[in-house]
């Protein structure tokens, strides 16, 4: 059976899933979205990525034409008519379809779009043997101007600097504020353990508040570590014991170096492993059953 996407409260074939050219999402990533996992039939912290799309939307002043309890249904549905156990779901709100000015009045109706699908972020192989970063010119989105807390459509910040770490032949880059502290990686956080301490830069700094990263901080208190928000250097992550990413998409991935440095002994660590099997089974557990 092909894939059926959601669009507006209908069900379409991959190949006939399009909207329209006037919509402001495509003519100027105005809008948000979300991507959620589940794991076997478990949608993993629904609520609160349903939370924060609503935030997000509220961020850009666009008006949701669902409840939050309709959303959460809708992607449920979505997942049951594709008889996906396991998924990823994108879940996208466009300001909608107006003309060719950047007017929002324009645009009447929000548009809403669930696909589900599956994805693999990066290969197993970095999973076992850790991730290397670079850190690139690109600085992360200032708070003051967009707000990097809202998941826009709007992600050329992310791609500038996820293009510039490829051509330098890395994986993953790590983007700094404009005054040059960690801010995050272009898709995920940024962790690192210090002794006893799990730290990870304030949202105020200007990232994104990630669902995974309030899930591994959870999963830190649990099992006895410092869990901190803290402004963190470069230099923080040269000489952290261990350092790791978390995402939706990503989960948690260790990671060993930084351009030539080496992170602790340059693989991934026995913290970061233990947290790495923690959060399995808490996808085990937390979610909303289909
Ligand atoms: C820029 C950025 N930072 C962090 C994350 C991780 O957030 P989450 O754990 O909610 O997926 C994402 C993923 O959506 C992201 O795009």
């Known amino acids: 059976m092909s894939l059926k996407?959601?669009?507006?409260?209908e069900y379409f074939d991959k190949k006939d899933a399009k909207?329209?050219?006037?919509?402001?999402?495509?003519?100027?990533?105005d809008g948000v979205f979300e991507g959620i996992r589940s794991y076997n039939r478990l949608v993993f912290k629904l609520k609160e990525h349903i939370d924060r799309l609503y935030e997000s939307a509220h961020g850009i002043m666009m008006r949701i034409n669902l409840s939050k309890k309709e959303m959460i249904t809708s992607v449920v549905d979505t997942l049951k008519f594709n008889k996906l156990n396991d998924a990823y779901i994108r879940l996208?709100?466009?300001?909608g379809i107006g003309d060719l000015g950047l007017d929002p009045r324009k645009c009447k109706?929000?548009?809403i779009i669930i696909i589900a699908d599956r994805i693999r972020l990066y290969p197993d192989k970095l999973y076992r043997e850790g991730l290397r970063l670079i850190t690139v010119p690109t600085p992360r989105n200032i708070p003051e101007a967009l707000n990097p807390q809202i998941k826009s459509l709007n992600y050329l910040n992310n791609i500038l600097a996820k293009i510039e770490g490829i051509n330098s032949g890395y994986e993953e880059a790590?983007?700094?504020?404009?005054?040059g502290y960690v801010a995050e990686c272009t898709g995920d956080n940024v962790f690192i353990v210090k002794g006893n301490d799990l730290i990870?830069?304030?949202?105020?700094l200007g990232i994104l508040k990630g669902i995974t990263r309030a899930a591994v901080m959870g999963i830190g208190k649990k099992i006895g570590l410092d869990v901190k928000e803290d402004v963190l250097t470069r230099h923080n992550i040269f000489t952290a014991d261990e350092c790791f990413l978390t995402g939706t998409a990503a989960e948690i991935i260790p990671v060993i170096g930084v351009e030539k440095r080496?992170?602790?002994?340059?693989?991934?660590?026995?913290?970061?492993l233990r947290l790495m099997k923690e959060f399995r089974e808490l996808t085990k557990k937390d979610g909303v059953k289909y």
């Not at 996407?5 to 409260?9: E, L, Q, R, S």
Request: without cysteine; positive net charge.
């Open 5 to 9: 996407v959601y669009i507006n409260g």
């Open 19 to 29: 909207i329209s050219v006037f919509d402001h999402g495509l003519l100027y990533g």
């Open 92 to 95: 996208i709100v466009t300001r």
């Open 109 to 111: 109706n929000p548009s």
């Open 174 to 179: 790590l983007m700094l504020t404009a005054s």
């Open 200 to 204: 990870t830069p304030p949202a105020y």
């Open 262 to 272: 080496v992170i602790g002994n340059e693989k991934p660590g026995k913290i970061t």
